[in-house]
């Protein structure tokens, strides 16, 4: 949910991310800002969002599970430096001076645990520099306070005093508009308020919001940007998480519809970070989106579906109860239909598989139909092994094909057939096992029973 804005807008920037907290409050062996927002770690949604801003750098602190985040980040281009002893959040951004080295532009500090945050808001804020501030932060009203630290400022913006909320009186206690945590000032300026922040305060730590405070002392203005507390909440339980969750999809809903997606019933389906959906496709409820998808246009998805890692064509139509697996591609006007997975699995046009069927590590050509109960044998305990199945084949239902297998174009396998050998070109394979007709045998089968059953009845 990145801002959008012109390149020529853009200032300078460079982001200072805070992640070396421990984040206890959400009880998992994992880092707090990995935790995933539509199947993506919160961190990167916020990395994403400033990828708008076009950042000279971005600098990650990391402290607890810092391995787990340095994974995470492999390959974004962002580099991460330590904070041990954990001291506070202005300590925190010190630690990524170094890595600064030589950077005049502005700097941008915030919380990992904020993925909402949209590039608009960060320019916003720069802009406010370029209007003569020496710091700027960014403010919310939420509907509680609660225990963030309050901004007190004037009815243009001007900030007086800013304070957490340990070492707030009463009357400022009683001011709605709180500090998000998200602060951006020059780096020459930074670095001399974060070098002046000290640690008497109720928790004996340097607190970030001090730059302000220190800026304030200097006779230098201080300006607060207000935006929604949606953007700017963090995520610290996994209440929030799931808070946060829906506040994404809910997002995503809005802008399918808008983009021309019918969603029967929104609040029941679930999107991918990254999935993308083409117009005029109809999504029937409780479809479930993991990532990698792409639907073309026109595509009909029903409900109880669930898909990730699928390429979908034009006109397709999946479900409903179907699990289409990573790897999957449907082409144009291909079906796949109720109790049917895939995996690894190629359907050329107008190829269908209507019910109760695995294709695992298969192509299907054009046209071809894959009759009920059908399964491709493409795992034996070590290796995977694909399945070829050619153009208007039609493969009776409750039939195994053994991979590796090929079965060839306008090929018929009769239903209950285990194949285990290449078809070739139009022909007829048949494996069962001969019919043995006994006429007359259920008939005396049952008169027997009977009798039988009578007899334990009457003893």
Known sequence: MAGRMSNASLPPVAAVILAAGKGTRMKSDLHKVLHPIAGRPMLLHLMDSFAALAPAATVVVVGDKREQVESALAGTGAVTVVQDPQLGTAHAALQAREALSGFGGMILVCFGDCPMLAADTVLR??????????????????????????????????????????????????????????????????????????????????????????AIAEGGRVVAIETGADEVAGINSRAELAAAEAQWQAFKREE????????????????????????????????????????ADGATIRGFSHIEGAEIGAGCEVGPFARLRPGTVLDEKAKIGNFVETKKTHLG??????????????????????????????????????????????????????????????????????????VGDGELRLVRAEQSVKPGWADRFHDAMRKKKAAEQKS
Not at 155 to 180: F, H, I, P, Q
Not at 190 to 207: C, H, I, K, S, T
Request: aromatic letters at 8%; charged letters at 20%; proline letters at 3%.
């Open 256 to 295: 399918a519809m808008a983009a021309g997606v019918s969603l029967k019933a929104p609040d029941t389906v679930w999107f991918s970070w990254d999935t993308e959906i083409g117009r005029d496709v109809t999504v029937e409820p409780n479809v479930f989106f993991g990532p990698g998808v792409r639907i």
């Open 349 to 422: 046009k107008g190829a269908k598989a209507n019910h109760l069927t695995y294709l695992g590590d298969a192509t299907v050509g054009a046209g071809a139909n894959i009759g009920a109960g059908t399964i491709t044998c493409n795992y034996d305990g070590y290796f995977k092994y694909r399945t070829e199945i050619g153009e208007r084949a039609f493969i009776g239902s409750n039939s195994a094909l053994v991979a590796p297998v090929r079965i060839g174009a306008d090929a018929i396998v009769g239903a209950g057939s285990t194949v285990t050998r290449d």
């Open 125 to 214: 804020l720069c802009a406010a520099l370029d209007a003569g501030a020496r710091v700027a932060v960014l403010g919310f009203r939420p509907a509680d306070a609660a225990a963030y630290g309050r901004i007190i400022a004037d009815a243009d913006g001007t900030v007086r005093k800013m304070v957490e909320y340990k070492d707030a009186t009463v009357e400022e206690r009683a001011v709605d508009l709180c500090n998000s945590g998200v602060i951006v000032a020059r780096a020459p300026d930074m670095w001399r308020l974060l070098d002046a922040v000290g640690n008497d305060n109720a928790q004996g730590e340097y607190y970030l919001p001090d730059v302000a405070t220190g």
